[in-house]
């Protein structure tokens, strides 16, 4: 937390900044850079992305109309302190350019006017690069220019990684081993920052990030936190087809957005190797779905990428009076019978969808937690 709010800081503080994702495309490095990029425009940041021709993958998430590199070589900025600024006439002259500024009869002073050149940074941020050698090697022909301080390192540097083998070089370094992606680290940078950050852009690139960072969520450093981070991301990127069928090779939009829910509420008990989600009537109004787009949600979980071998779904039914439906899976024969001689239910394959009378979702959480052996 300590290194997250020092980075906070360090950006507030800074104007214009350089992001250099890892030249080679090191898994998620390229897509998380995007996601700060997006972010601290946001922020009216300077912000230029550093990268030569990206992968084909990764070019649907570029938004043009948000994606844009400085056209101009130099800016002027003038604070509005004590005046207002309610015009500008500029006159091309033989000698340069003169600039004629009308205000609301409020003296202009010169400490608030500031000169400084686009192609310039005083902070940057590199994400997924072991060494430093490695980026004075790449940006030796490239801009920007950096603001070089003591030891030949520029003055502000964030360095964002997960690799062992990293050397620590920044001012501040985000080096998370235990983290399976690049995008998670971004994830909890621009949480500390402002969740407003959030938008689709964001979190469309984000959510791309983080699946592309565990080999599509089969890293081993996938936890709880990685599961809720994904679903928040879902939640927060609107309705992508071609992200849904780019990271799951499915259209269905619904169920896409459902598992969002799932992911999002997920918990996990290392004890019994178990992950559940309860879901409320409210889930589904807000997501607009219903429990038939639960079949997406089963479809991931059953491909036992996550860090659970048996998983439970709990919903509220629509009926009168309330009731309580699951569905229960499990690789272990043993725990599926144990499930089946306490609940009406039918099983197929490794899963079992069963209904119950009761409309306590956390009463009949705990009863599957009794049956599963620890």
Same mark, same amino acid.
């Given at each position: 937390m300590e290194e997250l709010e020092q980075a906070k800081k360090i950006i507030e503080d800074s104007q214009n900044i350089a992001i250099l994702p890892s030249p080679d495309f090191q898994k998620d490095s390229f897509v998380a850079g995007l996601a700060l990029f997006y972010s601290l425009k946001k922020l009216g940041k300077n912000v230029n992305l550093i990268f030569e021709d990206c992968p084909e993958k990764f070019k649907f998430l570029i938004k043009k109309e948000r994606y844009e590199p400085p056209q101009a070589d130099f800016l002027i900025s003038i604070k509005e302190v004590g005046i207002k600024l309610l015009?500008?006439?500029?006159?091309?002259?033989?000698?340069?350019? #003169?600039?004629?500024?009308?205000?609301?009869?409020?003296?202009?002073?010169?400490?608030?006017?500031?000169?400084?050149?686009?192609?310039?940074?005083?902070?940057?941020?590199?994400?997924?690069?072991?060494?430093?050698?490695?980026?004075? #090697?790449?940006?030796?022909?490239?801009?920007?220019?950096?603001?070089?301080?003591?030891?030949?390192?520029?003055?502000?540097?964030?360095?964002?990684?997960?690799?062992?083998?990293?050397?620590?070089?920044?001012?501040?370094?985000?080096?998370?081993?235990h983290t399976s992606s690049l995008s998670e680290i971004v994830f909890d940078l621009l949480d500390t920052m402002d969740k407003k950050l959030f938008d689709i852009e964001v979190s469309n690139s984000l959510l791309f990030g983080i699946i592309?960072?565990?080999?599509?969520?089969?890293?081993?450093?996938?936890?709880?936190?990685?599961?809720?981070?994904?679903?928040?991301?879902?939640?927060?990127?609107?309705?992508?087809?071609?992200?849904?069928?780019?990271?799951?090779?499915?259209?269905?939009?619904?169920?896409?957005?459902l598992f969002g829910r799932v992911l999002d509420k997920i918990n996990i008990s290392k004890e019994h190797n178990l992950g559940w989600t309860l879901l409320e009537k409210k889930d589904f109004l807000e997501s607009e779905t219903e429990p038939s787009n639960l079949r997406f949600s089963l479809s991931q979980l059953a491909l036992g990428n996550f860090p659970f071998k048996n998983f439970l779904i709990l919903w509220e039914n629509e009926s009168s009076p309330l009731s309580v439906r699951g569905v229960f899976y499990s690789p272990n024969k043993k725990i599926l019978e144990k499930v089946l001689n306490n609940f009406e239910g039918l099983q197929k394959g490794n899963g079992i969808l069963f209904k119950t009378k009761d409309s306590d979702l956390e009463k009949i959480k705990e009863k599957i937690l009794e049956i599963i052996p620890i």
């Open positions: 015009r500008l006439f500029y006159e091309k002259t033989e000698e340069g350019l #003169n600039l004629y500024l009308k205000t609301d009869g409020g003296t202009l002073q010169k400490e608030n006017i500031k000169f400084q050149p686009l192609s310039s940074a005083e902070l940057l941020i590199t994400l997924g690069i072991k060494n430093y050698k490695k980026i004075e #090697n790449y940006l030796e022909d490239k801009p920007p220019h950096l603001h070089i301080g003591v030891g030949g390192k520029p003055d502000s540097l964030i360095n964002i990684d997960n690799q062992l083998e990293n050397e620590n070089y920044g001012k501040v370094n985000l080096i998370e081993l592309e960072g565990t080999a599509y969520l089969r890293d081993i450093r996938i936890n709880s936190e990685t599961l809720k981070k994904i679903g928040f991301l879902i939640k927060r990127g609107g309705k992508p087809k071609e992200l849904i069928s780019k990271l799951f090779n499915n259209q269905e939009e619904a169920g896409f957005l």
